[in-house]
């Protein structure tokens, strides 16, 4: 299997554009996490999907962040209009159950100037 | 509510030395615990996991760690460091399967190995 695959892997933009991070999780994988990981803040839980379903979306700091998940292989992460501070790196997280561990992805590097 | 914290944001080991990070979790039921590793620029990759079997836990790369109930502590070992085990490590519980495995996270911490 091969794990799941973010794209892109870096991203820079200006501010005020609009950011799409993408993710596909692992074949039969029911869960999708979305993180963001700051040197001030460490890791943070954005939002959560169980079987294509949001769950959980506390965590996405404002309106100008949306998640989509389509369908069981696709994920979205979008930011409009981006700012500076939403410089991080966005990980996507896939789980087969409550019980498992999850498994990353390598990440997108975004920078927003 | 469940929580984990780690204990010491920096860790410090010469080649060879025993590794000992640590690890406390709080949490109103059984917990499951794991332990990750993350490389510079790249994702969490688990290290191992406990899930209420046995209390010692192997896992990849020479680590292990035990669950110690009395203790509230799930602390991670290595009998002998080496240059390759230098990253930062993460500790996260979710508690006893439920909340959809939401993980909760520890602040993390980095291990540096000397020569």
Redesign the interface.
């Known amino acids: 299997d091969a794990g799941v695959i973010q794209s892109p892997r870096h991203e820079v933009t200006e501010m005020g554009q609009e950011v799409t991070l993408r993710c596909k999780p692992i074949s039969g994988h029911n869960s999708l996490f979305w993180y963001r990981q700051t040197m001030m803040r460490g890791l943070e839980l954005l939002i959560y999907f169980n079987n294509n379903v949001p769950i959980d979306d506390s965590g996405m700091p404002e309106d100008r962040f949306s998640a989509k998940m389509p369908n069981a292989s696709f994920s979205t992460l979008k930011i409009q209009p981006s700012e500076p501070r939403d410089s991080a790196v966005y990980f996507c997280a896939a789980q087969e159950n409550s019980n498992q561990p999850q498994h990353f992805g390598d990440g997108t590097r975004l920078s927003i100037l | 509510a469940q929580s984990v914290t780690q204990l010491g944001s920096h860790v410090s080991v010469s080649e060879g030395a025993l590794v000992l990070l640590r690890c406390n979790y709080s949490s109103s039921v059984p917990p ?1 615990l ?1 332990w ?1 590793v993350q490389y510079p ?6 290290l191992l ?1 406990y ?1 209420s079997a046995a209390t010692l836990v192997k896992g990849i790369n020479g680590f292990e760690a035990e669950f110690k109930k009395s203790e509230t502590s799930f602390h991670l070992t290595k009998p002998s460091a080496h240059m390759s085990d230098a990253a930062e490590y ?1 500790c996260a519980t ?1 508690a006893g ?7 909760t ?1 520890g ?2 911490t980095i291990l540096t190995v000397h020569p």
């Open positions: 499951y794991f990750y620029n790249q994702g969490l990759q688990l996991k899930t993460f979710n399967g439920t909340s959809y495995g939401k993980l996270f602040q993390g």
